[in-house]
T-cell receptor, first 115, second 112 residues
């Protein structure tokens, strides 16, 4: 079946602009995660959804970052007033349930460049 | 900050050679995952280990988790150019069964 998809694959924006990144999880997966990966680093947790609600948003760096998952499927990560430091690869993952036994399947990522 | 240490940071091997990548945590892990990453393809799941002393193999790749569940190794036998990429270990620590913590990755190059 189809894997996790993310759009756009690349996004170039100017400092101060607003961006939205979209994630389509694997069909039937209830848990959805966003991670951010800077150059030369491993992915870092941002936020976790179980169904429609954000169960843990402790990884969001500040209040410019916000994510939604209104119908428990597609999720959108929103970044306001982008800064050059926001440049990174934003990865989305999903799993059937949450838990240490549940494998998180990752999408290809959105490469965000803030000029 | 990265809480899983991977070594080496990068590795260049000749095709056909064996190699090992290590992943170490200062805390007990409740689930250790190995992923491979290539540009434009995100993270590809390789294997998951949960129990101390567990070992799993798939094709030419073997992963082990030590008894204390703080150290894992990934071994590739008779490497091929298709094995090239970045190998990432990720684990769950106590208190969270959904937040994966990753190492910085090991960049593997396999020369034909």
């Amino acid at each position: 079946g189809a894997g996790v998809s993310q759009t756009p694959s690349n996004k170039v924006t100017e400092k101060g602009k607003y961006v939205e990144l979209r994630c389509d999880p694997i069909s039937g997966h209830t848990a959805l995660y966003w991670y951010r990966q800077s150059l030369g680093q491993g992915p870092e947790f941002l936020i976790y959804f179980q169904g429609t609600g954000a169960a843990d948003d402790s990884g969001l760096p500040n209040d410019r970052f916000f994510a939604v998952r209104p119908e428990g499927s597609v999720s959108t990560l929103k970044i306001q007033r982008t800064e050059r430091g926001d440049s990174a690869v934003y990865l989305c993952a999903s799993s059937f349930l949450s838990g240490a036994q549940e494998t998180q399947y990752f999408g290809p990522g959105t490469r965000l460049l803030v000029l | 900050s990265q809480e899983l240490e991977q070594s080496p940071q990068s590795l260049i091997v000749q095709e056909g050679k064996n190699l090992t990548i290590n992943c170490t945590s200062s805390k007990t892990l409740y689930g250790l995952y190995w992923y491979k990453q290539k540009y434009g393809e995100g993270l590809i799941f390789l294997m998951m280990l949960q129990k101390g002393g567990e070992e799993k193999s798939h094709e030419k790749i073997t992963a082990k988790l030590d008894e204390k569940k703080q150290q894992s190794s990934l071994h590739i036998t008779a490497s091929q150019p298709s094995h090239a990429g970045i190998y990432l270990c990720g684990g769950y620590k106590g208190g969270s069964n959904y937040k994966l913590t990753f190492g910085k990755g090991t960049l593997l190059t396999v020369n034909p």
